[in-house]
Structures are given as structure tokens and as C-alpha cells.
């Protein structure tokens, strides 16, 4: 539960960075564009953009691989082969291999899926125990109503 709230927490804090790039070379490119930069400068910026949104990238997928496969192994799930060009790729970066996209998509429906399976076990467990302590809670009303009647009735006449 709380690893799932850091990798959101994280993913959005990458995901908000990568926007913070792509706004802050939107408003370099308008003023090359106004400044009337040579070609050679808007060559650089447009190169620099891609490189930096491309560091960006691999951080997402980089964090978004480690969770998945963090998840996969706890739940004892078969991670897509290794081999496999569509569930993983090379890294143009820094050469990491990460989980594609198909990739991401059929690791966690099958962790999904695992967690489903156990909490369909457990399920009827829990509601037998629930079931138990609410009846369990009514005899105890209904003794605890009793005895105080009982304490509280007057003494016959003797």
C-alpha cells in the first residue's frame, strides 16, 4: 500500500518535470524564433530538448520497470521474457533495458490479476469473521440488556 503511494508520489514528480522542461524550451524556442537566432542556435536548443526530455523519459521508465518488477516478484508473477521485443527495450541514453509500453501493460494486468486471486481467498474469511463478531456483539447486548434488568426489577414481597 505504501509502496504504490511512493511510486505514484515519485511518477508524478518525474512527470511534472519532464512537463517543466518542455515549457521552459517552449518559451527559449519563442525567443529564438523572436530574437531571429541563427539556425545553428535553434538547431542546438531543438538537440538539447530531446536529449534532456529523453533523461527524463528513461527516469520514468526506469522507475516504472523497477516498481513493476519489484511487485512481480513479491507476488511470484512470471515477468515477460527478457528477449522479447515487445515487452522490453534498449535504452538509447544510457542503454538500461526497460518495459515497453505492451510490456507495462500485461505486467501489471497479470499482478492485477494475482492480487485479485488472493483477495478472492481471503474474502470469504473476512466476511465469515465479520459475520461472527456482529453476532457475537449482539448476544452480549442482549445479556448485558438482560442482567441489567434483572438488577434493576424490584424484590417480590415477601
Keep these: 500500500m505504501f509502496e504504490e503511494w511512493w511510486f505514484e508520489r515519485k511518477l508524478g514528480s518525474l512527470q511534472r518535470t519532464r512537463d517543466k522542461i518542455e515549457k521552459s524550451y517552449a518559451k527559449k524556442m519563442h525567443q529564438a524564433f523572436k530574437g531571429r537566432s541563427s539556425v545553428e542556435e535553434k538547431d542546438k536548443l531543438i538537440v538539447s530538448k530531446h536529449m534532456d526530455l ?35 527495450f534498449e535504452s538509447t541514453t544510457f542503454g538500461g533495458r526497460y518495459l515497453s509500453p505492451a510490456g507495462v501493460t500485461k505486467l501489471r494486468n497479470d499482478i492485477r490479476a494475482e492480487r485479485k486471486a488472493r483477495w478472492e481467498l481471503i474474502q470469504p474469511r473476512i466476511a465469515l469473521l465479520v459475520t461472527f463478531v456482529t453476532s457475537l456483539t449482539g448476544v452480549l447486548g442482549a445479556v448485558i440488556g438482560v442482567l441489567s434488568f434483572l438488577k434493576s426489577a424490584p424484590k417480590p414481597p415477601a
Design 54 to 88: 529523453e533523461e527524463c523519459d528513461d527516469d520514468i521508465n526506469r522507475h516504472t520497470t523497477t516498481y513493476l518488477l519489484s511487485q512481480a516478484r513479491k507476488l511470484f508473477v512470471e515477468v515477460p521474457d527478457y528477449e522479447s521485443e515487445t515487452f522490453w
